[in-house]
């Protein structure tokens, strides 16, 4: 029975553990000398930099010292640290001599403090840390004055209950420690081979650990196995199975180990749990469980199953949920495992009448199948933790590319296959029509999904991204949503939608079908997907903020008459152009345009109808060009054409075709011509001002010819003539 200050305690880390989750702020808690009493929902950012030893000292100068500047101000201080987020540190104490002090926040409230903070996670300072660990935790809020609430909280509940913190313990230690609970009996692991968690840098050293649990275990069974002959023939069977599950996968294990306690127990109705987050939830099953199709999921009070491990027991768990009111609810047994302290699965048995004896030996067998099952687990954790790195390379790799045509595509199959899909689609959130947009589909028959105009995402992905909740779907026709259209050729049930946000702002949603193996998406899944998506929302963030960039940039090197490109951007691309084309040996053709007797047009018609004429040369000029060729306003009544992988008789055939444009297009005063020059390069033209030169050299000649004409740079003459 816990005493009164233990209960006191507990509603303090309770009630700020509760706190910190609704609000999304972290709280921590200090002692003086920045003694951490209770930590709640910490920022995964600091609590990476906090205990490195290049940038602990950085946030020394900012939350090491929160408790002095707190203190002796009597009350609370907001601050912004050296990473862009921010804090409110808060005096606590209810009036008596401030004993405690808690940091509140360590949230980023400015965009440009997240963004620059992955910035330097991607490339910068802060590359050095895993990205997965680093991007865990994130948190973000609107405005900092959006901690306000969770201030006033901290300070009502202080003065509502003035002996709450005066009556901790004066340790400087989590009240709630994670040390290994004490089990009295000759099963537990020998207390020299424990170590906690803080002690284990890797996960290699983590399985070098239970290994060596492993072992010791084994030593303790032949002791027993020696002391009581009646139990040899069980610790055998044991000892068989356990050796024989170090050449399975994890999921192999899980069942093999479920087949061994139905033939061993004489057992038909098992589930394996397995914790994820705050939920056991079933993993496999056998027997009547899978045939009923049972998803268990289970709550958890931690507090509840240690004391079930402590005290080698089994929970009773009742379904009252019954169909009929006349009926028995349903009871299953939960056997909780536990490895280091933690609960992290659990063994549900379905079937009815279990004896004690039988159930004292299933508890027993949880007990020594703990660590065997913890390093197959790690040893996968292992392989998914590489896996995931590689994944995460690929992605910042990507942001080199972050302008090229095929982003959202490459980025979405990079998705799909770190998430082992065969098919993925990435809607994204336009904010003006409030509608999901299609930027890239993946996989067979995604052109089905391109061609989907009306309603695009409404069946899934809308809900999806309004609840912020990511769905994960074992079998759509058992969940109540519509299925897809036939055309769409699904072949699978099974799939996963995840919102994609930041902070609060919506930016869309990435769905995920159709799993390689052909098993069914579940959460394990979906924590592997949780780990990529800050950088997927952050590329998809930082893409749009570069697509924004380029508009405004576009209008600094655009013409506000013509609607054109101006001639600073055209000399900036045709350097770009001319290295490719001497790099790779592809042709390139330049081409000068002028209009005929212009300041005549102007003199006779006055300078507003000038630009007028203007527009329609540039519109004409619009309409015939391909995709690929850019026009610019050179100055004045001069164009500038540049014509990417073009040899010098396809330019000629291209500047026909514009000079005829012009020639037949209706002007509103007078018929307008246009003469040309076109130059292309060479071993002899080779840089901008060679092909600029030889360009206007010919268009030079075309007016001397008549005007309303094309001519060609004739690169041995012309060259000698003109000295180029």
């Known amino acids: 029975m816990k005493n009164n200050k233990h209960r006191k305690e507990n509603s303090w880390n309770e009630m700020q553990d509760d706190l910190a989750a609704e609000n999304g702020a972290a709280i921590i808690l200090l002692r003086e000398n920045n003694l951490v009493q209770h930590e709640s929902n910490n920022n995964s950012i600091c609590q990476t930099l906090y205990s490195s030893e290049e940038f602990a000292p950085e946030c020394e100068k900012f939350c090491g010292a929160a408790y002095k500047i707190a203190t002796e101000a009597g009350e609370a201080v907001e601050y912004e640290c050296y990473a862009g987020m921010v804090c409110r540190a808060v005096p606590l104490g209810a009036g ?74 004066v340790k400087g230690e989590p009240i709630e420690s994670d040390k290994i609970i004490e089990k009295p009996n000759e099963w537990e692991i020998p207390a020299d081979t424990r170590k906690t968690t803080a002690e284990i840098n890797t996960l290699d050293q983590l399985i070098s650990q239970f290994s060596e649990a492993n072992a010791q275990t084994a030593i303790v069974s032949d002791k027993i196995n020696q002391k009581n002959s009646r139990d040899a023939e069980e610790f055998a069977a044991w000892r068989s199975l356990f050796s024989s599950l170090y050449t399975l996968s994890y999921k192999q294990a899980c069942d093999s180990i479920l087949q061994f306690i139905s033939e061993h127990y004489n057992l038909k109705s098992l589930a394996w749990l397995e914790r994820w987050e705050n939920r056991l939830v079933t ?187 990511s769905l994960v779907v074992a079998d759509i026709d058992k969940i109540g949503l519509q299925t897809a259209p036939p055309d769409w050729k699904y072949k699978s049930k099974s799939f996963i939608s995840y919102p994609l946000t930041i902070g609060s702002r919506k930016i869309g949603v990435l769905n995920l079908t159709d799993k390689i193996d052909g098993e069914n998406y579940n959460e394990f899944d979906l924590e592997l997907l949780n780990n990529i998506v800050p950088q997927f929302a952050v590329l998809i963030d930082r893409a749009a903020l570069k697509h924004k960039a380029g508009e405004f940039e576009q209008l600094s090197v655009t013409d506000a008459l013509t609607g054109l490109l101006n001639r600073r951007y055209l000399e900036e691309r045709l350097a770009e152009e001319i290295k490719r084309s001497n790099r790779h040996g592809f042709p390139m053709s330049f081409m000068m345009i002028d ?125 000698k003539r003109h000295g180029i």
């Open 96 to 169: 008596e001599k401030n004993q405690f002090v808690a940091i509140v926040g360590r949230t980023f409230t400015k965009a440009s403090n997240y963004r620059q903070a992955t910035e330097r996670a991607v490339s910068g300072d802060w590359s050095q840390f895993p990205p997965t660990k680093f991007f865990e935790n994130v948190l973000l809020k609107s405005s900092a004055n959006d901690l306000n609430t969770v201030v006033k909280r901290l300070e009502s509940f202080d003065k509502e209950n003035p002996a709450v913190l005066t009556n901790l313990d």
């Open 283 to 469: 993993v496999q099953n056998l027997g009547e469980l899978n045939h009923q199709q049972v998803k268990i999921s289970i709550s958890i009070d931690d507090s509840l199953l240690k004391e079930a491990v402590r005290n080698e027991v089994c929970l009773e768990l009742r379904d009252d949920n019954s169909e009929s009111k006349n009926s028995e609810p349903h009871i299953l047994q939960l056997f909780p495992i536990a490895v280091g302290g933690e609960v992290r699965s659990g063994l549900v048995v379905g079937d009815a009448g279990v004896n004690k004896k039988k159930k004292r030996q299933i508890v027993r067998f949880c007990q020594n199948i703990a660590s065997e099952l913890e390093i197959l687990r790690l040893r996968e954790e292992l392989t998914r933790r590489g896996w995931l790195a590689q994944a995460v390379q690929k992605f910042n790799q990507h942001l080199d590319d972050i302008d090229s045509e095929d982003f959202w595509s490459r980025l979405t199959q990079i998705s799909a296959e770190l998430m082992r899909a065969e098919r993925s689609s990435l809607l994204l959130l336009d904010e003006k029509s409030d509608s999901l947009i299609l930027k890239a589909a993946i996989g067979s028959n995604a052109d089905a999904i391109r061609n989907e105009k009306k309603n695009l995402g409404e069946r899934v992905a809308r809900q999806v991204l309004d609840s912020g909740k």
């Open 595 to 719: 209009v005929d007797d212009f300041k005549s047009y102007n003199d006779n018609y006055s300078h507003p109808e000038g630009d007028r004429a203007l527009k329609i040369v540039a519109e004409s000029l619009k309409v015939t060009l391909r995709g690929a060729d850019i026009a610019a306003r050179y100055g004045g009544e001069e164009f500038s054409i540049l014509l990417p992988q073009t040899t010098p008789d396809e330019a000629k055939i291209i500047a026909e075709r514009i000079r005829e444009k012009v020639a037949s297009t209706v002007f509103p005063n007078r018929q307008v011509t246009i003469s040309l020059g076109i130059a292309s390069c060479s071993q002899i033209i080779c840089n901008p001002h060679e092909l600029i030169s030889a360009a206007d050299k010919a268009l030079y000649r075309a007016k001397n010819a008549g005007r309303n004409n094309v001519q060609v740079f004739e690169e041995m003459s012309d060259s």
